[in-house]
């Protein structure tokens, strides 16, 4: 009679916990967990592991579940670092499980070891481990699973020597519902509600935990019960608030001056699943003012390293709920609404023209992931984001190589929704190899390649701080149709303003991966 091997019992725990889509760059060190790979798995299979922590941190977002990833040893994790660090920052619970050497092959510093295996992804990831014992494996897993499951989520990772699968086991696999969001405190609740009463003049600010936390309808509605205007944090990675509402009031700019700017209008904020604030650059104003403030997060660490403010506790979808109900409807003046800029007229074939077309063509229930930072500020003029669930996804870290596998993650998540992924000519060349697994799967994913020849946001980032002849910035020469073709993706060039609709609609409505390189005008003058 068989007995029953660790990765028998690891196989089980993964299917309780729901974790049988794989996402993996396979080496000899996985050999063992990889053999008689059961046919009610999926491994998604990628050709770097950078690109292939990307598609499952986007898988993870989408599905707002956590996934596991297989890399290699230590040099396939450090591969994955860059997107184990933009996983990180967009809070996605990834479990990455790593081959290591065999046990009685590590004190002889073997081919492929890693060594102190655990420590090598830190301080990005939530909890690591190599555990003592073969037998320790399947628990290790499982705690893994609810650490990275907690709020605020995040990735994790554990290391198996390879001769830990096929050691036997008896001992028996729990497997526990995962842990659910808290609660604020009461009275803290009280307070803030007391406090958004009292004001003439209140906003909110949303950052991604909303949408993370799939509450952003509950947002919509208290800021309907408050009439207060509703900005989108710094840097925000996921669209926490419809864009076409008449309530919202633009994004927030990463610098601390041009915060205090827009804000001084209110007399009252309330930051919600935000950090306040994100930012990026330093334009020399100081600790500039800032309204009075209340902050809820689920991050110990957001509320405690916030210079000013009240700081509240608790889950997003909980927090908000209990908030809204301890609100009363309020009589005071919404806000102005936003005032868009007129779409682009089409003479050259512009960022905001791009944009501006896209969002006549997206279907409603879109999702759409980004990567082109030196457009970015175009996009939030002209495509507008309206989905209340999942309708946008783009990298916190500010780490190049999210976009492309992004969208192919999230194709593979979302099949019941179009997938369009918009990115830079330099961002996609840091995670190109996404479009294989894209034609593998053979998903329905249409991607946008905006070129405008040069790694646009460093040229403008240096221009505005008075850089002259930096290098590294100019590109150009690449033809991203053919390289789709190469990868069995289809490929498109536009050229011209006139070919965009035609070009677009046909992208569209394919049901094949598609790639439509964009020949851009050069991007607009300033970041922010």
């Not at 990180?88 to 046990?103: D, E, F, K, M, T």
């Not at 908000?320 to 074939?349: I, T, Y």
């Not at 033809?479 to 035609?502: K, N, R, W, Y």
């Not at 049901?511 to 607009?524: D, Q, Y």
């Amino acid at each position: 009679m068989n007995k029953r091997t660790v990765l028998d019992a690891t196989r089980e725990l993964l299917r309780e916990l729901g974790l049988t889509t794989v996402f993996g760059n396979p080496g000899t060190t996985e050999v063992p967990f990889l053999t008689d790979w059961p046919d009610d798995f999926d491994y998604v299979l990628g050709l770097q592991e950078s690109t292939v922590v990307g598609m499952a941190d986007a898988f993870s977002q989408a599905t707002r579940q956590a996934v596991l990833v297989n890399l290699h040893s230590a040099g396939g994790v450090g591969h994955g670092l860059g997107s184990l660090y933009t996983a990180h920052r967009n809070r996605s619970p990834l479990i990455v499980l790593a081959g290591q050497q065999s046990r009685n092959l590590l004190p002889h510093d073997p081919f492929l070891g890693a060594v102190d295996a655990p420590q090598f992804p830190k301080p990005y990831v939530k909890w690591s481990i190599e555990p003592a014992t073969a037998e320790d494996v399947p628990a290790a897993l499982a705690r893994a699973y609810h650490v990275a499951m907690q709020a605020p989520a995040g990735p994790v990772f554990v290391s198996v020597p390879a001769d830990d699968w096929t050691a036997t086991t008896e001992r028996p696999i729990i497997s526990r519902p995962r842990i659910r969001g808290y609660a604020a405190d009461p009275a803290a609740i009280e307070e803030l509600a007391t406090a958004l009463a009292s004001s003439e003049r209140p906003a909110f600010v949303v950052g991604s935990a909303v949408d993370e936390d799939a509450a952003v309808l509950e947002t919509v509605a208290l800021a309907e019960r408050v009439n207060a205007g509703v900005y989108v944090a710094p840097m925000s990675s996921r669209c926490s608030f419809p864009e076409d509402h008449p309530l919202f009031q633009g994004f927030l700019e990463p610098e601390r001056g041009a915060v205090s700017d827009k804000l001084a209008a209110h007399d009252f904020v309330v930051v919600l699943g935000a950090p306040a604030f994100t930012y990026h650059v330093d334009r020399g104003r100081g600790e500039a003012p800032l309204p009075p403030l209340f902050i809820v997060s689920d991050d110990e660490q957001i509320l405690a390293r916030a210079f000013e403010g009240t700081g509240i506790r608790a889950t997003l979808k909980l927090g908000v709920h209990a908030l809204l109900n301890a609100v009363d409807r309020s009589e005071r003046p919404a806000p102005a609404p936003l005032e868009r800029p007129a779409k682009p007229s089409g003479e050259k074939l512009t960022g905001g023209f791009v944009y501006a077309t896209l969002a006549e063509l997206l279907p409603d229930n879109a999702i759409v992931v980004e990567e082109a930072p030196s457009h970015r500020g175009v996009l939030h003029d002209h495509l507008p984001i309206t989905q209340t669930d999942t309708g946008f996804l783009t990298m916190a870290s500010g780490t190049l190589g999210y976009g492309v596998p992004g969208a192919v993650g999230a194709a593979l998540a979302r099949p019941d929704r179009k997938v369009v992924g918009v990115i830079g000519d330099g961002s996609s060349m840091y995670g190109i190899q996404a479009l294989w697994t894209a034609a593998r799967q053979n998903v329905p994913v249409t991607i946008l390649i905006m070129d405008n020849t040069e790694y646009a946001a460093v040229r403008i980032f240096g221009d505005s701080i008075g850089g002259d002849k930096i290098p590294g910035t100019e590109l150009g020469g690449i033809d991203f149709a053919a390289l789709a073709a190469s990868m069995g993706c289809q490929g498109v060039t536009i050229t011209e303003a006139s070919g965009l609709v035609p070009g677009l609609t046909a992208a569209l409505d394919d049901k094949r991966p598609t790639l439509v390189h964009i020949r851009v005008t050069s991007a607009e003058k300033s970041l922010y």
